[in-house]
T-cell receptor, first 112, second 115 residues
């Protein structure tokens, strides 16, 4: 069965600093991987996805993620964060029947 | 035009009551879902329907019953509400099964509070 582990429940960072949010997955089959963002009191919005091909995936708002099959990781990065990036970030892996399995989320708190 | 819309946005009700949450999508997707997000932000799938047919039914109490009158709508009815049902419920949709290429489109959530 597939599973997702987000290694940090909270990541505090100063504005304009780089950030990495870590995600490891477990799966015995080929997977699709996703990062979603949830701003306060809102639904989830797709940031980026890995389906196949290039292991470096670029998404919206300057985020990117790198798929590493040998380490079963899909870490999310941004070279310079803004206050507006403060949100909850969810890593997800595809399961059977079009199901998405989510990690527990990482709270990114950007401080001035 | 909202792609996936849920109503109501907030729902406060007493224990033992029966309530419904409605969801509609205008994306032409064939598959719709209900997810529950608990107080610790953990998201767990509850149900999935493909073109009005139930395809995923996770370990959810029988008090929860989804209904899909057509492929654009997926409603969630909850009987005999309990305190532990308090959560944010998200509706989502995606293209046909096996084509998860685009991920899901989520609604903005319904915050259910049982008192």
């Amino acid at each position: 069965a597939q599973s997702v582990t987000q290694l940090d429940s909270q990541v505090p960072v100063f504005e304009e600093a780089p950030v990495e949010l870590r995600c490891n997955y477990s799966s015995s089959v080929s997977v699709y991987l996703f990062w979603y963002v949830q701003y306060p009191n809102q639904g989830l919005q797709l940031l980026l996805k890995y389906l196949s091909g290039s292991t470096l995936v670029k998404g919206i708002n300057g985020f990117e993620a790198e798929f590493n099959k040998s380490q079963t990781s899909f870490h999310l990065r941004k070279p310079s964060v803004h206050i507006s990036d403060t949100a909850e970030y969810f890593c997800a892996v595809s399961g059977g029947y079009n199901k998405l399995i989510f990690g527990a989320g990482t709270r990114l708190a950007v401080h001035p | 035009d909202t792609a996936v819309s849920q109503t109501p946005k907030y729902l406060v009700t007493q224990m033992g009551n029966d309530k419904s949450i409605k969801c509609e999508q205008n994306l032409g997707h064939d598959t719709m879902y209900w997810y529950k997000q608990d107080s610790k932000k953990f998201l767990k799938i509850m149900f999935s329907y493909n073109n009005k047919e139930l395809i995923i039914n996770e370990t959810v109490p029988n008090r929860f019953s989804p209904k899909s009158p057509d492929k654009a709508h997926l409603n969630l009815h909850i009987n005999s509400l309990e305190l532990g049902d308090s959560a944010v419920y998200f509706c989502a949709s995606s293209q046909v099964p096996g084509q998860l290429n685009y991920g899901y489109t989520f609604g903005s959530g319904t915050r259910l509070t049982v008192v």
